[in-house]
C-alpha cells in the first residue's frame, strides 16, 4: 500500500487562495524547492496550472530555494531588481519568510507571500497580521503523516478493504486558525497534526 501526497494539488490550491483575495489578479513570483526533485516538479506543475485556471495571473519570474529560508532570500534579492510589482508569491515551503526579508531589504512592497507552515514564517505573518492586518494562507504536509501511516496499517490488519493508493491530506492553515497553529509549532519546527483512527477512516472511505 502506498500513502501519497497530491504535491499538484498543493500547488494549485495556493492559486485558488489568490483568485479569491486578489480577484483582480496581478504578477507572481514563483518560488521553487530543489531542481530536479519530484516534489518540486510536481508543486510547480501545480502552480502553473492554477495560473490556466486562473489566468488574470502571471508568473513574471522563477527561482529556487531549495526549500531553505537563506537561499530564497539570496534568490529573490537577486532576481527582484528585474521584476515589475509582484502582487503575490507562491511557494513550496521553507522560503516564505526569506522571501519576505529579501522584499523588505529591496524596500519593495511586501505581497501576498503563501507561506510553508514554518515556525519563522508563521511567527513572521503573526506579527504583520498584529501590526496592518496582513492576510494570506500557509500549506505544507504535516510531519504526523507517519501517525495515518499507522492507522491505515492497523486497518488493513484489521481486514478492512484499502485501496493500494490512497491520498493524504495537506495541511492549511488560514488567517482564523494561524494563532492556534503557531502556538502548537516549537521555534525552528514545522505545524503539525496527529492523524486518528477517524482520520483514516475518511481517507479510505474517500478513495473508494
Not at 67 to 86: F, H, I, M, R, Y
Not at 163 to 179: G, H, Y
Request: aromatic content about 8%; hydrophobic content about 45%; proline content about 4%.
Amino acid at each position: 500500500w502506498r500513502i501519497a501526497v497530491d504535491f499538484k494539488e498543493m500547488g494549485r490550491s495556493q492559486v485558488e487562495y489568490l483568485s479569491k483575495k486578489i480577484p483582480a489578479g496581478g504578477n507572481l513570483l514563483e518560488i521553487r524547492g530543489l531542481a530536479g526533485v519530484f516534489v518540486d516538479d510536481e508543486i510547480s506543475a501545480g502552480i502553473h496550472a492554477g495560473v490556466t485556471q486562473f489566468p488574470q495571473f502571471k508568473i513574471v519570474g522563477s527561482v529556487h530555494g531549495d526549500w531553505a529560508q537563506d537561499v530564497a532570500q539570496k534568490a529573490v534579492a537577486g532576481v527582484l531588481p528585474s521584476l515589475p510589482d509582484v502582487a503575490a508569491v507562491v511557494t513550496q515551503g521553507g522560503d516564505g519568510y526569506g522571501a519576505a526579508e529579501a522584499f523588505a531589504a529591496a524596500k519593495r512592497p511586501i505581497p501576498t507571500i503563501v507561506m510553508g507552515n514554518r515556525q519563522d514564517e508563521l511567527k513572521w505573518w503573526k506579527e504583520q497580521k498584529d501590526a496592518n492586518g496582513y492576510e494570506t494562507m500557509s500549506v505544507s504536509i504535516a510531519p504526523g503523516v507517519s501517525t495515518l501511516a499507522f492507522w491505515v496499517a492497523q486497518q488493513i490488519l484489521d481486514g478492512k478493504d484499502v485501496k493500494k493508493d490512497l491520498v493524504v491530506p495537506f495541511l492549511s492553515i488560514s488567517q482564523d486558525t494561524l494563532e492556534t497553529n503557531l502556538a502548537s509549532t516549537q521555534e525552528g519546527g514545522v505545524a503539525n497534526v496527529e492523524y486518528s483512527q477517524a482520520d483514516a477512516e475518511k481517507v479510505i472511505a474517500t478513495a473508494k
